[in-house]
């Protein structure tokens, strides 16, 4: 739901590690990593609209796809 309520703001605290999904508190950073992959991938399957934070901070953004990334052939392989 808080991919959908506010995309851009979600991927803010994903980046900035403060995602947290209620009740529970502020997830670590792979997983606020892999919510971002997951809600990069989503939203983009599914809108056409932009994010802002993807160009603005779109070093950081492609830091966790790679950290997602590598994890998963790490884990798998």
Do not use: K, M, S
Not at 29 to 38: E, G, K, N, S
Not at 46 to 72: E, K, S
Request: charged share 15%; glycine share 2%.
């Amino acid at each position: 739901g808080l991919l959908e309520n506010d995309f851009d703001a979600t991927l803010r605290a994903a980046l900035d590690c403060t995602l947290a999904l209620p009740p529970n508190p502020a997830l670590n950073r792979p997983q606020c990593d892999v919510a971002l992959a997951y809600g990069i991938r989503n939203h983009a399957a599914h809108n056409t609209d932009t994010a802002p934070t993807i160009w603005n901070r779109f070093p950081q953004v492609q830091q966790a796809l790679f950290r997602v990334l590598f994890a998963t052939i790490e884990r798998l392989y």
